[in-house]
């Protein structure tokens, strides 16, 4: 029996990029980005409290992505993004290894 997921929580549209090898002298990717894959996600962020009261600093502040689970591989390589704005993915979960969900912990990528 599979879970059943409430579609209207994936309500960011997202896309996962993959950035051919090219880096600038500061690690960047510099090089020509391909879309693998436009989707639609929930969005999670670190609180400020949360941060505050386990003593971090807000430098390690995520931003969590989770999509139903893609027949597109994804891997830590590719970037996300998102309004705007591009992240790195640190890490990558398959939810309960059901392969319903997948989540990603991500960062944002500051030039």
Sequence with gaps: MSKVINAGKYNKKIEIIEVDGAKDSSGFPTGTQKTILSTF???K???GFT???NNTDFEKAYTNFTIRYPKTTITRDMLIKFNGKL???EYLNNVNEANIEL???????VK
């Design 41 to 43: 996600a929930s969005l």
């Design 45 to 47: 962020t670190t609180k």
């Design 51 to 53: 941060l505050i009261a």
């Design 87 to 89: 992240y790195s993915i």
């Design 103 to 109: 989540e990603m912990q991500c960062k944002l990528v």
